[in-house]
């Protein structure tokens, strides 16, 4: 199968799945006692700083929907885009299982801004009113967009002024820092991000995500939180031994950048395909674009990808750590001959 | 680290660890829809009947939570040993993830019984009373028996006589079905079992459970409540990919019956050192037994095992399909030392 | 105090409070059993037909959720208009006592139409979204709109073609039968709604709503449900007997036809006062207006109720079963010199 | 109808009564910021101490479900007797509207003591068990007897030194009161009780139950809470003024005090018949007996009560503050005549 559809298709990165292999061997403690867990905790610490509590967990929507929970009562909502990972593809689990009232803002490009949330912070101290508690970013966002630093900033100011947390959704937090060309400090605690949900498996694992609790003063009780919600993996040295390979001679670094820079090749390439846009700027790894709905047909005989929108035929592509210039190439090549048979 | 504190503490079997090297080339599609996956899953209905539906989860808290909510009402209730996995080793997952309520059933030995539950079944129709709606009964105990096939046959027919399911958390079946010389089918699905969270890692696996709903008129909805619980996996390849390896040429089987023999070893060696009493039958790879509290002191220096019961000093000895006889044999010969030197 | 802040301020219809004191002597059975709330049920059944079932509770909120919940699974979605008092008034009740996603749709007058739901209804039959499954309209809405029959009957074969329920949040319908000269039955069963939230309360009882189910198919297992849900109140005789004396001899219209005649007065007679505006149409017994801030605050000083929006500075005032026509002109004379003044 | 069943089966005393119709006329604010609620506040006040925080409720299971999950995580457990309410009447609402686990500990007349407690604690720190937070007592209990002042201090400085909250069920805490010939602050604030569920309904009261949180550290977020939890009561004036007319001079006193004494006249005077015995000393408003089942029968003609244990025929006898000496006393001669007939 040839994948333009989404990371997820892609395997794991040799060296994630050497350090499987060499995980294996002996008897560890289970539960994240072993030592190949403890020492990567440490890593993750000196990339996010010393205070930081970090908890693996094996799906991006449990590093989303525990994060929020742990820093939530029933009665607080959490504030995110309408486009939102957790508003639209987590099937209702932070409202089921976290217990959490989501208030999801409009947004055009899915990014919030302070001047876009406030209308929606709702009526504070009224007992009838959930009472907003976080705002959850997804950087980059769902429909590929980043948000600057100085735009998390603002949002982190805007948040802790009213006595708000900022959760991020750093499922491909990889991607945004490799294109802004800033470590995943500067993204976070820097910027005073309170939590994030730190992702490893899109970009080069093979299930591996973490809860970072980067405000010290947030997050008690978690370890009962992520056991009682299903998520203490026994045998924890197979997701800690991929993530210690992940942040190894920066291979988080060189995946995210090859997944960029073929998202922009593969943009680049197309869009000179009379009938094929571009839809917005390629900030990361995902494309948008439309081409004739016949065109689309034929390319997906072949290939794999999503009709995003299917009022408007909104295609979306992705490309991942794995893919090659060769991949890009044969896939606009084959695209052009689509679009020029219609 | 030496352990016999759990099969949890071993790794992967090399099989199960080759699998996933051999899953990894080449894009797949996500979330279960890829032809590992799919193949997995006829696998497993080869042992456990075509009717069965089958769904992977990371963890076997996952698949006992899953599979008892996906059954059940809030007002229902679950019937359980006192000892069992879901009342005292989920840290409350069952409530406050499955939204239900447990009724734990005094046992001597793990295992319930029609007449022991009988008193438990409350009040029927009354609209104070949670209604009982499982029995859930673990094979092998949580202390280390088995039930007879004829045994379960019994609760079945006790369950379904008063319209309830039988759930039976399998995180060791395998351990069980070797022990008694039967089959998956044999001690499941023969015997009108009605769903089955069934328990790939502790046997040679590294994360790897499923649920498997038996009687085909339950379950409905899973998918949707699996993504909802954080447990659908995006690269399910690696976990379907493990239990194809582990069901291939009884792989399962050598395992387990390694890991049983290796515990009989343990028991009737150890059982002959004067100071050291194995209690009650080794009936799979789990050995209780008692010896001084020093002895136990000098012993946990080299070795990781279990203070069961502090009260009387009863210890947990594990073994896995990775124990060998001279790992036995060594541990049994510092014991000796241990104890003599008290 | 004088209040056009809520129907809510009001005390109980003398026939209702009479209706307490007659229930009140001697022993009868507890929760439900009593021959007064068995004789409400039928006399409810006169007016929702006799397939309709019906279960008391004491909150408009525990009515919307215990009903909803009743029917959804926890991966299923209710689709609501953004300004419903599930999405905003209700705390997060049906998220986190419910387990429902709720999907507001955004809307100009509080109304849903199919044209306005289609685009909330996600994906259907894909994993990874909530599937939805109730749509939720509030008759009259929460900004004193009504739907038409008409309207109403169109969003339930909207619904049932898609194999989706209609609940209506009828906290306020006696209102609604008032104004559009219609019997419940004409408004509800007769439409297709399949499940009601009936209010008693803020027209002329202490505390007493209902869920009733009007479609047979649902709603089993409701009794659990709603003693689980701590709304089984053990001497029941006290919320049916409210309702029985409350739809006897045209009680509840008589009321309902009082207020929305005060809202019309209060409307009409407002409206004439120059600098105060009269907000949209005054359908049932609620007005919204706008006048000078600084007359509303002199007006406060002798009455209360609510700057509904404190934006524009819209004010929302209501009228119930009790108040008189010399309360509004009382209102609308001191109104008419609170602006004068400014 | 004449019960001997429930004090839930009697109606509200003249004084209640009488309250709600002085509570009606007029406006007054809603959901609790009325003059009659405010008031009632001070009034519990005086009664508990100026610390405690006082929320009216509608149920006692409301009372006992919300005061317990206010104060726990979802991964903390509740203690309770085995014979709890909580445990046995609520239909589970503990653990699905609470997210808490209950640890039934067996008792044999229905108390609790710090040795019977001991070896349920679990495992304190062991992130697979649910963390013990609070121990729940009922007084006087479900079976009808009482805790001695000192027990219940025994209770609280056990849990205290455990940092354990005790939570006491006071459904008909007023006829425990009248037996030890205490106060409410006697028996709760001065003996550390941290929070109570104030029961009205069964000792005159239609619908009037409160959680106390008596201890000011615990408790914060509760009206969210409430109104979250579907309790939050719109005219609230009808609730506390029930509980106001109730404290006043004494009623609540003689209420209890009325019912224990009817209890014991019955217990003495049926005690007498040969055929009949009183088992268990009758400490409050409840008596259990046993007599041949065919003079049961042939009694449950005329009277409604409960054969409470169908295996050895235990029957339950409640009195009320209703119930009067001639109706003990026909009460009985039925009773002899039943049984000589038999």
Redesign the interface.
């Known amino acids: 199968?040839?994948?333009f559809?989404?990371d997820?298709?892609?395997?794991?990165h040799?060296a994630v799945?050497q350090a499987?292999?060499d995980?294996?061997?002996?008897?560890?403690?289970?539960?994240g006692d072993d030592e190949i867990s403890i020492h990567t905790d440490e890593v993750l610490k000196e990339y996010f700083g010393s205070q930081a509590r970090i908890h693996y967990?094996?799906?991006?929507?449990?590093a989303n929907?525990?994060g929020l929970r742990a820093v939530t009562?029933?009665?607080?909502?959490v504030i995110c885009s309408d486009v939102a990972h957790i508003n639209?593809?987590?099937?209702?689990?932070p409202?089921?299982?976290g217990?959490?009232?989501?208030v999801?803002v409009?947004t055009e490009n899915g990014k919030l801004t302070p001047r876009a949330i406030a209308p929606y912070l709702?009526h504070i101290g009224f007992?009838?009113?959930?009472?907003p508690k976080v705002i959850s970013i997804t950087q980059p966002t769902e429909v590929g967009t980043l948000y600057s630093l100085k735009e998390i900033e603002d949002i982190c100011q805007f948040a802790h002024d009213r006595d708000l947390l900022v959760h991020m959704d750093g499922a491909r937090i990889a991607n945004a820092c490799a294109a802004l060309d800033c470590s995943f400090f500067d993204m976070t605690t820097a910027l005073d991000v309170d939590l994030l949900s730190f992702g490893g498996?899109?970009n080069g694992c093979?299930?591996s995500e973490a809860v970072l609790f980067l405000n010290p003063d947030i997050g008690s009780?978690f370890?009962?939180?992520r056991?009682?919600?299903?998520?203490?993996?026994?045998?924890m040295?197979?997701?800690s031994a991929q993530l210690q390979a992940y942040l190894k001679d920066d291979l988080w670094l060189k995946n995210a950048s090859n997944a960029n820079a073929m998202a922009r090749r593969l943009a680049e390439k197309a869009g000179q395909i009379p009938g094929v846009t571009i839809k917005g700027s390629v900030d990361c790894n995902a494309v948008f674009a439309t081409m004739p709905p016949a065109a689309t047909e034929i390319l997906l005989e072949k290939y794999?990808f999503y009709v995003w929108d299917e009022h408007d035929h909104t295609l979306r592509w992705m490309t991942s750590w794995?893919t090659t210039e060769e991949m890009v190439d044969e896939f606009v090549e084959d695209m052009r001959k689509a679009v020029e048979s219609c």
Not at 8 to 12: M, T
Not at 23 to 31: C, E, L, S, T, V
Not at 127 to 131: D, G, K, N
Not at 227 to 235: D, E, N, P
């Open positions: 199968m040839r994948s559809a989404s997820n298709n892609s395997g794991a040799p799945m499987l292999v995980a294996n061997p002996g008897d560890m403690k289970a539960y967990v094996t799906t991006g929507t449990a929907v525990l009562h029933t009665y607080n909502s639209t593809d987590e099937c209702g689990a409202e089921a299982f217990g959490i009232k989501l999801p409009p709702g007992v009838h009113a959930s009472q498996t899109k093979i299930m009780g370890p009962y939180l056991k009682q919600a299903m998520q203490l993996v026994s045998k040295r197979f997701v794999y794995a």
